[in-house]
């Protein structure tokens, strides 16, 4: 399984959602597409489906164009949340499509799952509140098995045990039957252990391909006395500084290999690890951060 964008661009009108994107995935892994609002995550992934044209470049999915493709469609499946389905179909009969559509689909899986998640199947998808079409979505993804399966912010509107079940669900289904699963967001709570590689998207870009836990290890938190931070920040690469309470401040910085952080024993300095969240999230943030636009509107009244 090969997914290849070689110099991607999408446009909307005078805007670029992608602006010469280039990347290579392969092999059955569950990958994080991660990145801000308008990254262009979703856009990226519409393409891989062959909902989307792009605009310029090549992509290659199942080593064709998946635009138009019948074979990219039986073998891929994007589950997002604006997916609507046959308003005159109840839920049941809505599987029951897919399993026509889709060879692996798994439909007593998916039945199961909604009898576990309290949606009776004998409903309407419109008739669902945000959170239950959100499941329902997931749960059809989840059973339908397609040798890539991307899934764009798929837990909004979820609630904290129901996103639970369903990451082990995918973890569980992933393991019996590995494939190439893409999960997009940018709210990463339950998500980013089950990742193996992370691609980070920015205004239209790549801006990282790699190993998860590598990546991971490349941030640290330090925390304590503002002074003793700024001392420890001024020998590293500083993605974020800011003060947590009067005279005390913590900094997320790049750690490479080798680098030695220099906290002397009584300094009140703690060093923790940052999660993957945190890490991209400095990692693209304007520079100053929050901070710098409070200071320049008060130092300008």
């Known amino acids: 399984m090969e997914v290849t964008f070689q110099q991607v661009v999408r446009q ?6 992608l602006s010469g994107l280039t990347l290579n995935l392969d092999g059955d892994k569950i990958i994080g597409i991660l990145g801000r609002n308008g990254a262009g995550k979703s856009t990226a992934l519409q393409i891989a489906a062959g909902h989307l044209k792009p605009s310029g470049g090549k992509v290659s999915i199942f080593g064709e164009n998946p635009f138009n493709s019948l074979f990219a469609s ?3 499946l994007l589950v997002h949340e604006g997916m609507s389905f046959p308003p005159a179909l109840r839920l049941n009969a809505i599987l029951g499509e897919m399993e026509r559509a889709y060879p692996s689909f798994d439909k007593k899986l998916a039945r199961s799952l909604l009898e576990h998640f309290g949606i009776p199947d004998n ?4 008739q669902l509140s945000k959170g239950m079409k959100n499941t329902f979505n997931m749960v059809a993804g989840i059973a339908a098995r397609t040798p890539l399966t991307m899934f764009d912010e798929p837990l909004n509107g979820m609630d904290a045990g129901v996103r639970s079940d369903l990451l082990q669900v995918l973890l569980k289904d992933y393991i019996a039957r590995p494939r190439m699963i893409l999960l997009s967001g940018h709210q990463l709570e339950g998500m980013e252990d089950l990742f193996e590689e992370v ?3 920015h205004q239209g870009r790549l801006l990282h391909h790699g190993n998860a ?3 991971k290890e490349g941030f640290a938190r330090i925390s304590g006395p503002a002074s003793e931070v700024r001392r420890a920040a001024s020998k590293v690469q500083v993605l974020e500084l ?3 309470l009067p005279g005390m401040a913590e900094a997320i910085i790049m750690v490479q290999p080798g680098t ?3 906290m002397n024993e009584g300094s009140g300095l703690k060093s923790t690890s940052v999660s993957l969240g945190d890490a991209y999230v400095a990692m693209t943030r304007k520079k100053g951060g929050i901070d710098r636009v409070y200071a320049d509107a008060t130092d300008s009244r």
């Open 12 to 17: 909307y009108g005078k805007t670029e959602a």
């Open 213 to 215: 836990d590598e990546f």
């Open 123 to 126: 409903a309407f998808h419109i």
């Open 260 to 262: 030695t952080l220099f």
């Open 242 to 244: 800011h003060e947590t």
């Open 74 to 76: 039986a073998n891929t």
């Open 199 to 201: 691609v980070i998207l």
